[in-house]
């Protein structure tokens, strides 16, 4: 499963996020930084699942 987010993050930031931590703030806040740009969500999909 842990793959399958990794994956997920990858590719559509807010979608791993929300499927980690469902929707809610965080998730709301990664789509927000996906729509200024990839880079800012990518990294923060990746610290939000990962890092934390």
Same mark, same amino acid.
Request: proline share 6%; hydrophobic share 60%.
């Given at each position: 499963?842990?793959?399958?987010?990794?994956?997920? &993050?990858?590719?559509?930031?807010?979608? %791993? =996020?929300?499927?980690?931590?469902?929707? %809610?703030? &965080?998730?709301?806040?990664?789509? =927000?930084?996906?729509?200024?740009?990839?880079?800012?969500?990518?990294?923060?999909?990746?610290? =939000?699942?990962?890092?934390?």
């Amino acid at each position: 499963m842990a793959i399958l987010i990794l994956i997920a &993050t990858i590719l559509l930031p807010p979608l %791993g =996020v929300a499927a980690k931590h469902g929707l %809610g703030g &965080t998730t709301l806040l990664n789509l =927000v930084l996906t729509l200024l740009g990839f880079i800012p969500g990518l990294i923060h999909g990746l610290y =939000v699942n990962y890092a934390r």
